[in-house]
């Protein structure tokens, strides 16, 4: 059974850091890209930052830029994602998922392309 457990979340001073962890079982995703997403109460699902399977490129939105940053450990089959000077707009779960597809040659930013998902980690930024 494929399974990926996020964990790391938690209440945070905005202006704080999380390290947020997302632990694959089941299969390795050492081809796949990787990618985190969040959903905020009544609000669509969006996307946060990505790794490409070579983990060579990485993305982040926008408002994320500079300050969020993923990685990957293929050894251990597990992403992170550094989460650095919060802001209560960053309260959220955060979803970590999988490519549907190996050896994508362009990382899609779109929760669609993402064939697996963990289970979220809540994250509360406190202002």
């Known amino acids: 059974q494929v399974r990926l457990v996020e964990s790391g979340g938690g209440l945070v001073q905005a202006g704080g850091s999380l390290r947020l962890s997302c632990a694959a079982s089941g299969r390795t995703f050492s081809n796949y890209a990787m990618g985190w997403f969040r959903q905020a109460p009544g609000k669509e699902r969006e996307f946060v930052v990505a790794?490409?399977?070579?983990?060579?490129?990485?993305y982040a939105a926008d408002s994320m830029e500079g300050r969020f940053t993923i990685s990957r450990d293929k050894a251990k089959n597990t992403v992170y994602l550094q989460m650095n000077s919060l802001k209560p707009e960053d309260t959220a779960i955060y979803y970590c998922?999988?490519?549907?597809?190996?050896?994508?040659?362009?990382?899609?930013?779109?929760?669609?392309?993402?064939?697996?998902w963990g289970q979220g980690t809540p994250v509360t930024v406190s202002s």
């Open positions: 998922a999988a490519d549907s597809l190996a050896f994508r040659l362009v990382v899609s930013l779109s929760p669609e392309a993402y064939g697996y």
């Open positions: 790794i490409s399977w070579r983990g060579a490129s990485t």
